[in-house]
């Protein structure tokens, strides 16, 4: 069983599209989490829900919003898509809301933005 | 803002030697953890410390968390292709989520 997915695996779109990403997770975490990975491989922090409660917004651009319709999946709608927002996305899921003992990644979205 | 710088960046060796990548801080943690990530996936959580001095070992490679828990190092004995990925380090204090580090590309060639 996988334990944290996402959907869909490679996006590829026009600027200016709205798009949207899924994630669920199966082990039970209360926090799960939205992160970028650039081209030079770094990992930041943009949204952290837990039990369905936003408890981290990074400084994110507002076209980016996060939702969690239960604490099980947290999804991601991008609104008016722009190149810069091309990038690997990965959901994460923690037992505890600082990821203090870890956090669990599912295998990322590659968006593409043309 | 805390920060992680991982070193080396890129790291290229054979079958059979030994190597060791640092993470280091000016700030204090309450825990550190270890991440590889292969080409296309994410990344995997290979240890957590928690301890200052702390030292855990996974088969081949050995974790140790600085004793005043702001830094770490990561030694591969004997590295194989298979360790090849990209070593993530991150840290965690009390209210804020995990600071990661740029990452150490790891190549090993048989």
């Known amino acids: 069983d996988t334990a944290v997915s996402q959907t869909p695996k490679y996006l590829v779109t026009q600027m200016g599209n709205d798009k949207s990403i899924k994630c669920e997770q199966n082990?039970?975490?209360?926090?799960m989490y939205w992160y970028k990975q650039d081209s030079k491989k770094f990992l930041k922090i943009m949204f952290s829900?837990?039990?369905?409660?936003?408890?981290i917004n990074e400084t994110v651009p507002n076209r980016f919003s996060p939702k969690s319709p239960d604490k099980a999946h947290l999804n991601l709608h991008i609104n008016s898509l722009e190149l810069g927002d091309s990038a690997v996305y990965f959901c994460?899921?923690?037992?505890?809301?600082?990821?203090?003992?870890?956090?669990?990644f599912g295998p990322g979205t590659r968006l593409t933005v043309l | 803002t805390q920060l992680l710088e991982q070193s080396p960046q890129f790291l290229s060796i054979q079958e059979g030697e030994n190597l060791t990548v640092y993470c280091n801080s000016s700030?204090?943690?309450?825990?550190l953890q270890w991440y590889r990530q292969e080409p296309g996936e994410g990344p995997v959580l290979l240890v957590t410390?928690?301890?200052?001095?702390e030292v855990k070992k996974l088969k081949r490679l050995t974790f140790q968390f600085g004793d005043a828990r702001k830094d770490s190092s990561l030694h591969i004995t004997a590295a194989q292709p298979g360790d090849t990925g990209l070593y993530l380090c991150a840290g965690a204090t009390g209210y804020s989520t995990l600071t990661f580090g740029k990452g150490t590309m790891l190549l090993v060639s048989p």
């Open positions: 410390v928690v301890t200052g001095g």
């Open positions: 700030s204090v943690f309450s825990s």
């Open positions: 994460a899921s923690s037992l505890f809301r600082t990821g203090t003992l870890g956090q669990f």
């Open positions: 829900y837990n039990n369905k409660e936003l408890i």
């Open positions: 082990l039970g975490h209360d926090t």
